[in-house]
């Protein structure tokens, strides 16, 4: 009588498939690679962000550009240098000329490297920039 779903015929062939532990497992990998990837993301590059009352919640961009504290210049997350940051903003913004930037710089580094940033940022066309900061607690008056 196993495996029949009605009368007493025991000689048919069980053709069912039982997708609830399939789905069980489906779902329990979803979530561990949900609770993970946060955190894969959040490790790739560290920036010790400076903070302030005022800033803003994150942008979304074309253009993420990052000093580290060491004073490497990264552009959406691969190294370069001044010259290849020019010229690949120019490039941007002639293809799309809403181009978007976001400059996060450690906080220890020299505020001279930042203004160089910014000015390579402008020149090269970029109307829309902001610089990243992490939101400090409000000062108490």
Same mark, same amino acid.
């Given at each position: 009588?196993?495996?029949?779903? %009605?009368?007493?015929?025991?000689?048919?062939?069980?053709?069912?498939?039982?997708?609830?532990?399939?789905?069980?497992?489906? =779902?329990?990998?979803?979530?561990?690679?949900?609770?993970?990837?946060?955190?894969?993301? &959040?490790?790739?590059?560290?920036?010790?962000?400076?903070?302030?009352? @005022? #800033?803003?919640? @994150?942008?979304?961009?074309?253009?993420?550009?990052?000093?580290?504290?060491?004073? #490497?210049?990264?552009?959406?997350?691969?190294?370069?240098?001044? /010259? &290849?940051?020019?010229?690949?903003?120019?490039? /941007?913004?002639?293809?799309?000329?809403?181009?978007? #930037?976001?400059?996060?710089?450690?906080?220890?580094?020299?505020? %001279? /490297?930042?203004?160089?940033?910014?000015?390579?940022?402008?020149?090269?066309?970029?109307? @829309?920039?902001? =610089?990243?900061?992490?939101?400090?607690? &409000?000062?108490?008056?």
């Amino acid at each position: 009588m196993a495996g029949s779903l %009605g009368g007493g015929d025991d000689d048919g062939i069980i053709a069912e498939i039982n997708v609830t532990p399939f789905v069980d497992v489906v =779902l329990v990998l979803l979530v561990i690679f949900m609770v993970t990837s946060a955190y894969i993301v &959040k490790a790739a590059i560290q920036v010790d962000l400076p903070k302030a009352a @005022s #800033a803003g919640d @994150s942008v979304e961009s074309t253009l993420n550009i990052v000093i580290t504290k060491e004073g #490497a210049l990264l552009l959406n997350g691969e190294p370069t240098d001044r /010259e &290849k940051l020019a010229a690949f903003v120019r490039g /941007e913004v002639k293809r799309a000329p809403g181009t978007q #930037a976001v400059i996060a710089a450690d906080k220890q580094v020299v505020y %001279g /490297e930042v203004a160089a940033v910014i000015d390579i940022v402008k020149l090269g066309g970029i109307k @829309s920039f902001a =610089l990243n900061l992490e939101r400090a607690p &409000k000062p108490v008056r």
